[in-house]
Antibody
Framework: EVQLVQSGAEVKKPGESLKISCKGS????????IGWVRQMPGKGLEWMGI????????RYSPSFQGQVTISADKSISTAYLQWSSLKASDTAMYYC????????????WGQGTLVTVSS | SYELTQPLSVSVALGQTARITCGGN??????VHWYQQKPGQAPVLVIY???NRPSGIPERFSGSNSGNTATLTISRAQAGDEADYYC????????FGGGTKLTVL
């Protein structure tokens, strides 16, 4: 079974750093792009960027370029999303998802990681 | 930049047919994908490439795409179909529609 399992919920203070993870299993992790999607409370899905774990090629949405860093460690089939200095506005649910090549849809999705930033 | 437009909400009577639209300039030339998101859950793919159902998705879910509108159709709507639905295309990057809340009355 193809599966993406994300790390658990986080509560952080403004200015702190954070790295959340997404571990793939049941498929060749290095052969598919992994995307990250933000969902702020009560809002829709926002695409943040994608990474190809095979060579760490990374693309960012202009809205998130410079705000977050996407990385991957192919040796442990894990992708990451990190912040160097969190803001209250980063409070959201974050999903990773596998990007299907050629047709460019996402399947499956991770269960989500809730990040809460509050003083 | 390319934009996708969805109605904020759609209501359907139990057992009737719901249609959720996704508008975009010449969207018929693109592959459109649809996701269902129930409260507190991650999105789930329900239609890919306009009209294809992944395994495990009921035949009640269907899709079409032509001109400037793609449509997700849910036949014989059930209470369990209440959810937010998002369309998505690839236009050099991933684009999502704003989402539609489906209410089953």
């Amino acid at each position: 079974e193809v599966q993406l399992v994300q790390s658990g919920a986080e509560v952080k203070k403004p200015g702190e750093s954070l790295k959340i993870s997404c571990k793939g299993s049941g498929y060749s992790f290095t052969s598919y792009w992994i995307g990250w999607v933000r969902q702020m409370p009560g809002k829709g899905l926002e695409w943040m960027g994608i990474i190809y774990p095979g060579d760490s090629d990374t693309r960012y949405s202009p809205s998130f370029q410079g705000q977050v860093t996407i990385s991957a460690d192919k040796s442990i089939s894990t992708a990451y999303l990190q912040w160097s200095s969190l803001k209250a506005s980063d409070t959201a649910m974050y999903y990773c998802a596998r990007l299907i090549p050629l047709l460019y849809y996402y399947d499956p999705w991770g269960q989500g990681t809730l990040v809460t930033v509050s003083s | 930049s390319y934009e996708l437009t969805q109605p904020l909400s759609v209501s359907v009577a139990l057992g009737q047919t719901a249609r959720i639209t996704c508008g975009g300039n010449n969207i018929g030339s693109k592959n459109v994908h649809w996701y269902q998101q129930k409260p507190g859950q991650a999105p789930v793919l329900v239609i890919y490439r306009d009209s294809n159902r992944p395994s495990g998705i009921p035949e009640r879910f269907s899709g079409s795409n032509s001109g400037n509108t793609a449509t997700l159709t849910i036949s014989r709507a059930q209470a369990g179909d209440e959810a937010d639905y998002y369309c998505q295309v690839w236009d050099s990057s991933t684009l999502f529609g704003g989402g539609t809340k489906l209410t089953v009355l």
